[in-house]
């Protein structure tokens, strides 16, 4: 199964594929168009907004993928995006609890078209750790 969050931004970069380490500023061809259409896809397909600033700050395709992940986990939760990080874990919030972590796995199987492996899920603590 491919990662469709991958999938879209391939997309707005005109290339065939991404990976997490993959620093789109390196891409053939980056320009403002492109760092204006990653705004606009972020915003409207991953409801993840980004201002200009906080563009410049992210270098890689999993920094994108971390923003699009913790304001989906946010809305899940029911919980401000500026509450959760990379390290956030389970049980670190009042909403994540067990019952919650399924459905986060769930969810985010659906929503970004990845799978976690039932014998993985226990170790899925972080949202670091849901990055693949």
């Not at 999938?7 to 970069?13: G, K």
């Not at 053939?28 to 600033?53: H, T």
Request: hydrophobic share 45%; net charge negative.
């Amino acid at each position: 199964m491919s990662n469709l969050f991958y999938e879209s931004v391939a997309q707005v970069l005109e290339v065939d594929g991404v990976g997490f380490d993959t620093d789109f500023r390196q891409v053939p061809g980056w320009c403002s168009l492109q760092a204006f259409g990653l705004l606009v896809l972020m915003e409207n397909d991953w409801g993840a907004p980004l201002d200009i600033v906080r563009l410049n700050a992210v270098r890689t395709v999993g920094d994108l993928y971390c923003e699009a992940f913790i304001a989906f986990a946010a809305s899940l939760f029911g919980v401000d995006r500026a509450s959760l990080s990379p390290d956030s874990a389970y049980g670190s919030i009042p909403a994540w609890d067990s019952v919650a972590h399924l459905r986060l796995v769930m969810e985010a199987e659906k929503r970004f078209g990845t799978h976690y492996p039932l014998e993985t899920i226990p170790g899925l603590r972080t949202i670091r750790d849901f990055l693949v």
